[in-house]
């Protein structure tokens, strides 16, 4: 009997010292070069949110980061001014620049934006416009952004050691509690994902609130609502929301092991290429590497490696595809009037050129976007606009699905329905 439990002990030790994964350093040091490639990319504003995850890592190529983070203090510094100037409100921008700036361990107060005939350090904008924001809650039950960007807001405050007001923590508070944090009658993973990590900043902080047990009891709700979210296949909520999620769960103190099912369908991912959006990859490389955005008190830029090396990049010839698949695009305005065309594409075409060749070769058509972290997004189709300020956008799906990536990455590959609809949420 001795001997079998002997042998039985002998085996879990070697269960337990076996890894469950043999690619996942492999996948998590692909993911980290794909990452840091995309900085080098100029076609659209440097994005800070990869600025910090690139910083979280433990392999670093501290020369490129460099370059990176000096294209922040540039170019994206310049588009939160110009939103500023223009009266826009700019929490999310703003909270993950502060980010990406602590992730580099750079001096705060050497940078200033200017409001009207203000000039201001950073911490002390995204304190205007939170207040702002808290303003606008109390009167419309509503951020003027939204919770996501709210969330941030409080996190880089609390991050950065700067006092949140217990006014403003207390509105994140009531809407978890309250359920008001969703899109639609969806659940927003990455909005209670993002929320769940500013609430646990402030309660390690130790940030007087205006009730401890309530934000004790948001940041359970929180957990519940993200592992009750979880899928068979270890998503929670989707392949692009459950980096987030896993994020938020190790910070808010939750055991999610490396041989997880989270985990595991975070590599499934990556293995099959899903995360080629640069803002995907951002939020899941920190949680295959158990790391999340709380890491960021505690960073020191000292002793780092620096033996992340790129590749040349492969020369890939794209050939147009022979195979021809027919789509039809439907546009459903706000009044419920809605047109329909029709046209056929070459297989494999995105979304985006699908909109493009169908605006250049049928009257009627039109489309207008905008830039985001996320890639392009549609603001104007057929001259009518959809706004944030007026909670509302294009609703994309595929025969009645929505999508889940954004007209640049969506991939056309058989015949389908494109709706786009205009939604209020």
């Given at each position: 009997m001795k001997a079998i439990l002997l042998v039985a002990a002998a085996l879990a030790a070697l269960t337990a010292g076996s890894p469950c994964a043999t690619d996942h350093d492999e996948l998590v040091l692909r993911l980290n070069k794909e990452l840091l490639r995309s900085t080098e990319e100029s076609d659209s504003l440097p994005n800070p949110s990869v600025h910090i995850t690139l910083r979280l890592s433990t392999h670093h190529n501290l020369a490129k980061e460099s370059q990176h983070l000096n294209q922040l203090k540039t170019k994206l510094h310049e588009d939160i001014q110009n939103s500023l100037s223009g009266g826009q409100m700019v929490v999310g921008r703003l909270a993950l620049y502060i980010l990406a700036l602590k992730s580099s361990c750079h001096d705060l107060n050497s940078l200033t934006l200017s409001e009207g005939e203000t000039r201001d350090a950073l911490l002390t904008h995204l304190k205007r416009q939170m207040e702002k924001e808290k303003d606008h809650i109390a009167l419309s039950h509503r951020p003027l952004t939204n919770y996501y960007q709210y969330s941030l807001g409080i996190l880089a405050l609390c991050v950065n050691?700067?006092?949140?007001?217990?006014?403003?923590?207390?509105?994140?508070?009531?809407?978890?509690?309250?359920?008001?944090?969703?899109?639609?009658?969806?659940?927003?993973?990455?909005?209670?994902?993002?929320?769940?990590?500013?609430?646990?900043?402030?309660?390690?902080?130790?940030?007087?609130?205006?009730?401890?047990?309530?934000?004790?009891?948001?940041?359970?709700?929180?957990?519940?609502?993200?592992?009750?979210?979880?899928?068979?296949?270890?998503?929670?909520?989707?392949?692009?929301?459950?980096?987030?999620?896993?994020?938020?769960?190790?910070?808010?103190?939750?055991?999610?092991?490396?041989?997880?099912?989270?985990?595991?369908?975070?590599?499934?991912?990556?293995?099959?290429?899903?995360?080629?959006?640069?803002?995907?990859?951002?939020?899941?490389?920190?949680?295959?590497?158990?790391?999340?955005?709380?890491?960021?008190?505690?960073?020191?830029?000292?002793?780092?490696?620096?033996?992340?090396?790129?590749?040349?990049?492969?020369v890939v010839e794209v050939l147009p595809s022979l195979t021809k698949v027919p789509v039809r695009v439907e546009v459903l305005k706000a009044d419920g009037s809605s047109s329909e065309y029709r046209l056929d594409i070459p297989s494999g075409s995105s979304l985006l050129e699908v909109l493009t060749q169908l605006r250049d070769h049928q009257m009627g058509f039109t489309f207008e976007m905008e830039d985001s972290l996320w890639g392009p997004f549609l603001s104007r189709v057929n001259g009518e606009q959809a706004r944030q300020t007026d909670r509302r956008y294009w609703h994309l799906s595929s025969d009645g699905n929505g999508l889940r990536e954004g007209i640049k990455d969506y991939k056309i590959v058989t015949a389908q329905k494109i709706t786009i609809k205009n939604t209020g949420y």
């Open positions: 050691g700067v006092r949140v007001s217990s006014h403003v923590s207390n509105k994140l508070i009531h809407a978890v509690q309250h359920g008001q944090i969703k899109h639609g009658d969806s659940l927003c993973i990455d909005s209670y994902a993002m929320a769940g990590m500013a609430l646990q900043c402030l309660k390690e902080a130790g940030t007087p609130v205006r009730d401890e047990e309530q934000l004790n009891k948001a940041l359970d709700t929180i957990k519940q609502k993200l592992q009750h979210s979880q899928q068979a296949n270890g998503h929670i909520g989707n392949e692009f929301s459950t980096g987030l999620a896993v994020q938020a769960l190790l910070a808010m103190g939750s055991q999610v092991k490396e041989c997880s099912t989270s985990m595991e369908a975070l590599r499934s991912d990556a293995r099959k290429g899903s995360y080629h959006n640069a803002m995907a990859i951002s939020q899941t490389l920190p949680a295959l590497q158990q790391r999340s955005y709380l890491h960021l008190k505690s960073h020191e830029c000292r002793n780092e490696d620096d033996t992340l090396v790129l590749d040349a990049a492969p």
